[in-house]
């Protein structure tokens, strides 16, 4: 039997930044709520995912850009290392499939 673990995400794309070979993403879930006053409050969530894939990668640079809305899903770890003495934990999101849902919206 194989076992994994796996997320998916719907949002905003935020920061788009290259690493090594890789392309990170942050992207914001809204987990708002209306107030006591019937009022929306925002509550974004942001989660970075990472591409490794050079073919993804290279849509995602050509066809995404902060304030699209993308839906990703993928494969998540956790991993730890010693920093100044301390153990650091890290959640990796590795992205297998990265979409695009809608452009930002045109100002104007």
């Known amino acids: 039997m194989r076992t994994f673990a796996e997320f998916q995400i719907i949002g905003r794309v935020g920061k788009i930044k290259e690493v090594g070979p890789t392309l990170r993403v942050s992207i914001a879930a ?42 990703t899903r993928g494969t998540m770890r956790q ?12 959640v990796t999101f590795a992205a297998n499939d990265f979409d695009l849902l809608r452009k930002k919206a045109s100002e104007g």
């Open 30 to 71: 809204e987990y708002g709520r209306k107030d006591d006053r019937g009022d929306f409050q925002s509550r974004p969530s942001w989660n970075e995912v990472t591409i490794f894939k050079d073919s993804v990668i290279g849509w995602a640079k050509e066809n995404i850009a902060p304030g699209d809305v993308v839906h």
């Open 79 to 90: 991993s730890e290392y010693t920093k100044d003495g301390q153990t650091v934990y890290d």
